[in-house]
T-cell receptor
């Protein structure tokens, strides 16, 4: 069984640029959640996608957007990058939305540095 | 607002000693509780989860946690620390059916003293 994978591993961008991060969910999972983990902090929920629809959003501005594809892989897009966007971006997949006992399995993350 | 508090951003224990990492949550809504571990430059790995079954939950690598509703706590313990336990530990809570968001604590960095 393939786990959650993310690409790229590391990324360096400059302020004002746009970035796309990618996530492949674990086999059999149809839900993907994205989190931002700033240095020294716990992960913060950005949003979740279930069957290609947004299924909940955290306190992030609209310049953070996402997509989920028919194969349940997902993208996180961030426009107009700011210095504070520098963080580890984590993707987590789970098997079914609405099941409170469901467990989110995390990928290794993408480290984004904004200069 | 619903929140998760991890007391002690840094904890040091000697190898072979008891590990105790504290987690408290707010809200009277019955939660679903998780502990994750993060090794340097890696993602989060699930240690254990509480899902309203037994209040004492056993996880991987010899860790366990006890859900205490009256204290709104879910502390993580391990009887005997090993050098490989050195990592960052995060408590996370999910509130209610249909609420997919995990709310994390700020983490506890565990250092093992040889």
């Amino acid at each position: 069984e393939t786990g959650v994978t993310q690409s790229p591993t590391h990324l360096i961008k400059t302020r004002g640029q746009q970035v796309t991060l990618r996530c492949s969910s674990q086999s059999g999972h149809n839900t993907v959640s994205w989190y931002q983990q700033a240095l020294g902090q716990g992960p913060q929920f950005i949003f979740q996608y279930y069957r290609e629809e947004e299924n909940g959003r955290g306190n992030f501005p609209p310049r953070f957007s996402g997509l989920q594809f028919p194969n349940y892989s997902s993208e996180l897009n961030v426009n107009a990058l700011e210095l504070d966007d520098s963080a580890l971006y984590l993707c987590a997949s789970s098997s079914q939305a609405g099941e409170s006992t469901d467990t989110q399995y995390f990928g290794p993350g993408t480290r984004l540095t904004v200069l | 607002a619903q929140s998760v508090t991890q007391l002690g951003s840094h904890v040091s224990v000697s190898e072979g000693a008891l590990v105790l990492l504290r987690c408290n949550y707010s809200s009277s809504v019955p939660p679903y509780l998780f502990w994750y571990v993060q090794y340097p430059n890696q993602g989060l790995q699930l240690l254990l989860k509480y899902t309203s079954a037994a209040t004492l939950v056993k996880g991987i690598n010899g860790f366990e946690a006890e859900f205490k509703k009256s204290e709104t706590s879910f502390h993580l313990t391990k009887p005997s620390a090993h050098m490989s336990d050195a990592a960052e530990y995060f408590c996370a809570v999910r509130w209610g059916f249909g609420n997919e968001k995990l709310t994390f604590g700020t983490g506890t960095r565990l250092t093992i003293i040889p």
